[in-house]
């Protein structure tokens, strides 16, 4: 049993349906994989639509299973919410169901085709290893948008980074963008919706919804020092130096500045083999800028004032904190015509 299954109307009528629909789809080739799951392009042979479904077996071993489910249900929940707003979200990739196959026992995540590459392949494959900031400008502002949207909603994106963009042109927009794998999503305060059904996943798989413990477990989503999630180039000053009780928007628009820096320069502001020392560097040392003189590319001031601004320590001073996506998109280099 999982209970974060869901269907839209847009795939079927119910999730017994959706599971029925979601097994006869064609698998074809593979599109992507993750930490939990593998994704592959898949169409209808009835409609001959095409989708993008993330298959996930369950683990075996309780400890294992117990994280991959916890997982899951917040995608799943997030995937719902998203589902379920007026006007589809811009920049987000968009969800269609989430169904458990008792048989095989493994979820499935029916999702938009996008057909790629993932913007950390995009920039391997450029000569340079680098975007130009016109292309930049537009991808930001859509990820900025997608953001706002999530916020909007009472969700942090949490693991935003060049790996969870995958480009999905379009004849208007090249350079069209969905920000994808909403499996770290956390609440904002305030909101209980990834926080909830984690726990009621973690029930589920280990056998508590029918057998309660005397005292209920620790809710997923309370701050602790110990949990921090996301990847370490794009984690927040703040939540490096105070741990996951730090988490807020404004961690998210840090990880907007660092996205923005790594598709102008090829790499993250800061590096390093340990967070420690990524950290440490963060510290100490501010975003380098190298021009043309450097072998560095030719970025604007106001480029290069959005990242900083974007990437200010005090996170109360952070570009976005007060003002939302609005105030991000509002900033001059983003404005900017050529």
């Known amino acids: 049993m999982f209970l974060s299954c869901f269907t839209t109307e847009a795939f079927a009528a119910d999730v017994p349906s959706a599971l029925e629909r979601a097994k006869r789809l064609i698998l074809e080739q593979e599109i992507g994989q993750g930490s939990i799951g593998r994704v592959r392009q898949a169409v209808c042979p009835v409609s001959h639509e095409t989708f993008a479904v993330k298959s996930i077996p369950l683990p075996k071993g309780a400890a294992q299973r117990a994280e991959v489910v916890q997982r899951i249900a917040r995608e799943a929940a997030a995937a719902r919410a998203l589902s379920g707003l007026t006007t589809p979200p811009e920049g987000l990739v968009r969800y269609y169901a989430c169904v458990y196959d008792n048989e095989e026992d493994a979820v499935m995540l029916v999702m938009e ?10 920039l391997r494959q450029e000569t340079t290893g680098r975007l130009s900031e016109v292309r930049v400008r537009r991808i930001v502002s859509t990820v900025a948008r997608a953001l706002g949207q999530l916020h909007g909603a009472g969700l942090l994106c949490v693991d935003l980074k060049a790996e969870n963009v995958v480009l999905n042109p379009t004849e208007e927009d090249p350079d069209c963008v969905r920000l994808l794998d ?5 609440d904002l305060p305030g909101h209980d919706r990834c926080g909830a059904a984690a726990a009621a996943a973690l029930a589920v798989a280990s056998g508590s919804a029918s057998h309660p413990h005397p005292h209920p477990d620790p809710d997923p989503d309370a701050p602790s020092v110990d949990q921090i999630w996301g990847t370490a180039e794009y984690l927040a000053y703040e939540i490096l130096r105070d741990g996951a009780a730090a988490y807020s928007p404004a961690s998210d628009w ?6 923005s820096y790594e598709l102008l320069y090829g790499k993250a502001p800061w590096s390093g ?17 190298g021009g043309a003189g450097q072998g560095g590319p ?3 001031q106001a480029m290069q004032q959005l990242i900083r601004a974007l990437l200010c320590h005090r996170p109360e001073m952070r570009l976005g904190t007060k003002g939302g996506a609005r105030e991000v998109l509002g900033h001059p280099a983003l404005q900017a015509k050529k």
Do not use: Y
Request: charged share 10%; net charge positive; with cysteine.
């Open 273 to 289: 083999p340990t967070v420690d020392a990524i950290f440490h560097r963060m510290s100490n040392h501010l975003p380098a800028f």
């Open 182 to 186: 909403l499996d770290l999503c956390r």
């Open 254 to 259: 840090w990880a907007l500045g660092v996205l």
């Open 298 to 300: 030719q970025v604007s």
């Open 113 to 122: 085709l996008c057909r790629g590459p993932c913007l950390a392949q995009l």
